[in-house]
């Protein structure tokens, strides 16, 4: 059964560039991943520094074995890095 994954971030408006940077070399890596359904980077149209990764992965051992990826593992401290705020990713199953 597919999931559907939020990663929301609040980005320091100094570090918005090497966030988006960052992101799009994930996303290309991403694509290649098994599993990987759709994974895509949102902007809110209200607040330039608030992005939401919506990702649908296949399965959850499909997500999990991305999280341990060398893609994963370099971007995601730089993410931390422009990260205003501690980010929250939630896990979503459909609810029918």
Request: hydrophobic content about 40%; glycine content about 2%; overall charge negative.
């Amino acid at each position: 059964m597919s999931i559907t994954v939020l990663a929301t971030f609040n980005v320091k408006a100094d570090k918005v560039e090497l966030f988006l940077e960052t992101c799009r070399e994930l996303t290309a890596h991403t694509q290649n991943d098994k599993g990987v359904e759709s994974y895509e980077l949102q902007r809110n149209s209200d607040d330039p520094n608030h992005f939401v990764f919506v990702e649908r992965w296949a399965s959850k051992a499909d997500l999990d074995v991305h999280l341990e990826t060398a893609h994963i593992k370099k971007a995601f401290p730089i993410l931390l890095e422009c990260s205003a705020t501690e980010p929250k990713v939630q896990i979503f199953n459909k609810a029918f």
